[in-house]
């Protein structure tokens, strides 16, 4: 069981590692002091999936460390 949960945590560490870098740049940062700004926040159905999946697979990585680092897998 404690080498499931070891790999659970680092296939989720990879998955969020790819989905991070799969969202699309915000301009919350310096650049929307510009006229880069964006009027309206508007995401796709796409995006809204992907943010969902983030979620659940965030989930997963500190479900597993948190069982881990607590010792209740044997």
Same mark, same amino acid.
């Given at each position: 069981? !404690? !080498?499931? &949960?070891?790999?659970?945590? %680092?296939?989720?560490?990879? =998955? !969020?590692?790819?989905? &991070? =870098?799969?969202?699309?740049?915000? @301009?919350? /940062?310096? /650049?929307? &002091? @510009?006229?880069?700004?964006?009027?309206?926040?508007?995401?796709?159905? =796409?995006?809204? /999936?992907?943010? &969902? %999946?983030?979620? %659940?697979? @965030?989930f997963v990585f500190?479900?597993?460390?948190?069982? =881990?680092?607590? @010792?209740?897998?044997?």
């Open positions: 069981m !404690l !080498l499931f &949960i070891q790999s659970l945590q %680092i296939i989720s560490a990879f =998955l !969020l590692v790819v989905l &991070i =870098l799969m969202h699309s740049a915000k @301009g919350d /940062g310096i /650049g929307s &002091i @510009g006229s880069s700004a964006q009027m309206f926040n508007t995401s796709s159905k =796409l995006e809204k /999936g992907l943010n &969902i %999946i983030t979620w %659940i697979i @965030g500190l479900a597993c460390s948190a069982s =881990l680092s607590w @010792g209740l897998v044997k």
